[in-house]
């Protein structure tokens, strides 16, 4: 495994174009955008113990939410972000990641206990997908890594990806508090060379002064 590459928070990778810090930065407003569309479901709940709901928006773009404890995810502090934000492969074998999305989804309520709050899936452009996903603590993410599903997800990648930005950060407060999605770090995966590139680098966020 190649060892991963310490990036600073405005450096570029000639080359590969995909590191440019501002990628973190717009990911970010969008992970926040997918995050406002979450609250806005959850204020309409009722009592539903948990919740999975598929539905195309008015621009017949793909979204799947699935809160597998509905309790949990409205009273978690500061639970951790995940984002996902991957380049598909033109020959990407879509009909397999729709599969192992549908296992890992009939999966996530055995991950409630174990951390994992919701995990949302938008489909951003046709064909181009973004995930934010909420954990308790980063422990929760430690135990999602576990998952043997995730990581057939993650052995196929490099066949179905041409690369692959991984955001972490947290929420402040809890979910209908209204605090604000903030990012720590971007993790890079690239594809295509013998091995796989990696890197990461620490996200400044200007709101909060650099």
Known sequence: ??????????????????????HSRNEERA??????????????????????LSENDRDELRHLLVVPDTRRLLAAENPTVVGFFGRPREDADIP??????????????????????SYYDVELVKGAYGNLILFESPAGLERWRENPVHRRAVEISPSNYHEIRLHQGRLEGRLLDGGTLHLARTRYLDYSGPEVWRAVRPVLDPGRGG
Do not use: N
């Open 1 to 22: 495994m190649a060892d991963e590459i310490q990036l600073g928070p405005e450096e570029t990778v000639p080359g590969r174009p995909f590191t440019d810090p501002l």
């Open 31 to 52: 992970l926040r955008e997918l995050l406002g569309h979450e609250r806005e479901r959850a204020r309409r709940w009722d009592g539903e113990p948990e919740v999975v």
């Open 96 to 117: 397999l990641l729709f599969d192992l999305e549908e296992e890992l989804v009939a999966g996530m309520g055995a991950y409630a206990e174990r951390g994992l709050l």
